[in-house]
Nanobody, 127 residues
């Protein structure tokens, strides 16, 4: 059974940095694209970033462009999201998701089509 397990969340002050990770089991990470989403109370789940299977292409939402970076270590079946210059509005539950193709879809920022989801890790940014 495919599982996605996030880790690395916590609390940080505004302007700080944090890295969250996602380990994918029972699948070969290099064959599929993966994405990060986030959801805060009362809001829809929104796409933050997507990375292709090879890691050659990355995509970011406008709200995190220039502050966040996504990477993957296919040897460890692990996806990372490095978050810098964090703001209180970045506070959310962060989820990783996997799509069964090695490219990011044309609507990667929507939840539609992702085959697997993690349980999420909470990131809280205080002002």
């Amino acid at each position: 059974q495919v599982r996605l397990i996030e880790s690395g969340g916590g609390s940080v002050q505004a302007g700080g940095s944090m890295r969250v990770s996602c380990v994918l089991s029972e699948y070969t990470v290099s064959r599929i694209s993966m994405a990060w989403f986030r959801q805060s109370p009362g809001n829809d789940r929104e796409g933050v970033s997507c990375i292709t299977g090879s890691g050659g292409r990355t995509y970011f939402s406008e709200s995190v462009q220039g502050r966040f970076n996504v990477s993957r270590d296919n040897a460890k079946n692990t996806l990372y999201l490095q978050m810098n210059d964090l703001k209180p509005e970045d506070t959310a539950m962060y989820y990783c998701a996997a799509w069964r193709y090695d490219y990011c879809s044309g609507s990667w920022w929507t939840t539609y089509g992702y085959n697997y989801w993690g349980q999420g890790t909470q990131v809280t940014v205080s002002s």
